[in-house]
């Protein structure tokens, strides 16, 4: 321990604070920070009685730290973004992280310029042009934030009303002489002092506090998520802004170790996943779109569990600043979803099977002349998502939402059915509108799809399509909301 001028059981008297608190200057400009930059008097007594200000300067400093970081969120943010970018960082250099070497670079820009001339082949879309990355897993954290910020907001929003109105009913039933033990610590409140009127200053406090809360989960679970996925957009989701083709290549050898396949293999069969699903975010601008939609309509409609954060906070130790995340932790959710999150859960399950289905059938076709294992590698793809892949993990750990693989076997039946019927060019028309892209209601009758898209005999794709748009309002499947949405 380092020698200090003051010893740690020394009072201090407040010498150079104008305030006259008595307070370190440090920890009340952070106070001041929390509370709209006024610290109560009778606050600033209450935590110096509690032996606040006789803190080791050293653990002081560490607190005060903390502090700062989790409530640096501006007023305006339902959390903490920064702190969850850092987060997630230090969670995947904690895990082992290492910047990309040119060698690497190279290896993962010719296996995306391979994979695009095979697509090329099996494929009516074209190539966005040949843009790659090869990122390490900081840099998945980085080029992805802006769009999982967006994904999670209406989340966190709901989880900060939840807390600051559980803070407020436990303030109320202080006031009532029923609030539970533990929530505020004995003596921080004088004699005499009316709970609500700290409301106050306590609910910008907690309104942060729960911001930093969320901001610390979004950052452990996108640091977990990094350290397995292998591309930009193996979620399902548009996450990489600039429409590039995106391999991890230290999550690219950990999914080949045990495969028994050669990297180059692996590494090629990858790029040709990631290029196809770029491919279909550039030239379909209506699935991403919804895609993200169906996640923040689920989201928006969150059911907050109040009761539980209510007995979690009554358990929360004050001087521990991270003290209400880990009281917290996975105890957010409802797990009875409402009507409305059923049919957006509904709408994500099929647009999500649509879009993996569809790589699983392109990459097959593109692959199988070229690759002598490609068929080993798409079932490890298969039962890396069976088992419950990194899509479902981050969605469970950020809006409660659990993600079913069930459907991408019917999805790619469907379109193997269709190209064998119409071809890939007919294959891929039918992304050509949301009013006449597959259902949930097609994937549990893919034949008949196909069959309404014309015979064997047809050859004007145009007009079969035409016909489902005019048929689109009177189908039994659902399309009634295609507009808005669906």
Do not use: C
Not at 27 to 50: I, N, Q, R
Not at 143 to 160: D, Q, S
Not at 275 to 295: C, K, M, N, T, Y
């Amino acid at each position: 321990m380092p020698d200090h001028p003051q010893s740690p059981d020394a009072p201090r008297d407040g010498s150079g604070d104008e305030s006259g608190s008595g307070l370190p200057p440090e920890l009340e400009e952070v106070l001041k920070g929390l509370t709209g930059g006024h610290l109560d008097p009778e606050m600033a007594k209450a935590l110096k009685d509690m032996g606040i200000d006789r803190v080791d300067p050293a653990m002081l400093q560490m607190m005060v730290g903390q502090m700062q970081a989790m409530f640096a969120s501006p007023d305006t943010d339902p959390f903490n973004v920064a702190l969850a970018t850092d987060t997630a960082r230090k969670t995947v250099s904690a895990a082992g992280d290492t910047t990309v070497g040119e060698a690497a670079g190279r290896q993962v820009a010719q296996a995306a310029q391979v994979a695009e001339l095979w697509l090329d082949e099996v494929t009516a879309f074209d190539a966005p042009g040949i843009t790659t990355h090869a990122w390490s897993r900081a840099e998945w954290v980085e080029g992805t934030m802006a769009t999982w910020t967006t994904l999670v907001e209406p989340v966190a929003e709901g989880v900060g009303r939840a807390v600051g109105d559980a803070m407020r009913t436990q303030l109320q039933q202080l006031g009532e002489g029923g609030l539970p033990e533990g929530l505020i610590p004995e003596g921080l409140l004088p004699a005499g002092t009316d709970p609500s009127a700290l409301l106050g200053q306590v609910e910008p406090m907690m309104a942060k506090m729960s911001g930093s809360m969320f901001g610390l989960q979004v950052g452990q679970a996108l640091g977990a998520l990094a350290t397995e996925t292998v591309s930009g957009t193996e979620v399902g989701l548009p996450l990489v802004a600039d429409r590039s083709v995106v391999l991890l290549p230290a999550n690219v050898e950990a999914f080949a170790d045990g495969l028994g396949v050669d990297l180059d293999q692996v590494r090629l069969y990858l790029a040709v996943r990631e290029a196809a699903r770029v491919r279909l975010f550039s030239e379909v601008p209506w699935i991403g779109p919804q895609l993200l939609a169906a996640v923040r309509d689920y989201a928006r409609d969150i059911s907050i569990d109040t009761d539980r954060i209510e007995s979690a906070l009554t358990s929360v130790d004050a001087s521990d600043p991270t003290a209400l995340q880990s009281a917290l932790q996975d105890q957010l959710f409802r797990p009875e979803p409402s009507p409305s999150q059923r049919a957006a859960l509904a709408r994500l399950e099929t647009y999500l099977a649509l879009v993996e289905g569809w790589v699983d059938v392109v990459s097959e076709r593109a692959t199988r002349a070229h690759l002598p294992q490609a068929a080993s590698l798409g079932e490890a793809v298969r039962r890396r998502r069976a088992t419950g892949g990194p899509a479902e993990k981050v969605f469970a750990g950020l809006v409660g939402l659990e993600l079913r693989p069930r459907r991408l076997r019917d999805a790619a039946n469907l379109w193997a059915a269709l190209e064998d019927r119409h071809g890939q060019d007919g294959r891929d028309a039918a992304w050509g509108h949301p009013d006449v892209a597959p259902t949930a209601a097609d994937l549990d009758d893919p034949l008949g799809y196909v069959e309404r898209l014309g015979g064997a005999g047809d050859t004007d794709m145009d007009a079969a399509l035409d016909a489902l748009l005019r048929d689109g309002d009177a189908r039994p499947d659902g399309g009634e909301d295609a507009g808005d949405g669906r």
